[in-house]
Each structure stands twice: as C-alpha cells, then as structure tokens.
C-alpha cells in the first residue's frame, strides 16, 4: 500500500513515468495486486497519451510559426 500511496502522489503531481514497482505487490493479496496491474495500466495509457498530445502540441506551434510568418509577408 507504501508503493500505491507514492504512486498516486506521483500522478497527482503529473509524473507518470514510475510505475508501482512489481516486486512490492507480487505477494501482496489478490485483489491488491490486480489493482497495482490496473494502476500501472493507466499509467502507461496516460503517459502514452502525454505523448501524444506534448507531439500535437510541437506540430501546432511549428504551423502557428509558419502562417503567422506567411501572414506577415504576404
């Protein structure tokens, strides 16, 4: 329960790149191990999608960049 409290602290202030460590729940009860296998899901789906919307973001500045330097010269 030590590793899923540091865990969620980590999402809560955006850091989702350490997963509760598999050593910690391996014993641990079933129902708390399926729930960290659940949590670190997320977290991988969540960081994927930082990813995606941190990429998306660079390709929208860059064609901000390029029309605002088009509409100043045209």
């Given at each position: ?6 865990a969620?602290?980590?999402v809560?202030n955006?850091?989702?790149?350490q997963p509760?460590?598999?050593y910690s ?5 079933n ?6 296998i659940a ?5 991988g ?7 995606l919307l ?14 605002r330097?088009?509409s100043?010269r045209?």
């Amino acid at each position: 329960i030590v590793h899923l409290s540091a865990a969620a602290q980590r999402v809560q202030n955006h850091d989702y790149s350490q997963p509760i460590p598999e050593y910690s729940y391996l014993t641990s009860p079933n129902e708390l191990r399926r729930f960290c296998i659940a949590f670190n899901s997320m977290m991988g789906t969540i960081r994927e999608h930082v990813a995606l919307l941190h990429s998306s973001n660079q390709a929208l500045s860059q064609a901000e960049s390029k029309y605002r330097l088009l509409s100043t010269r045209d």
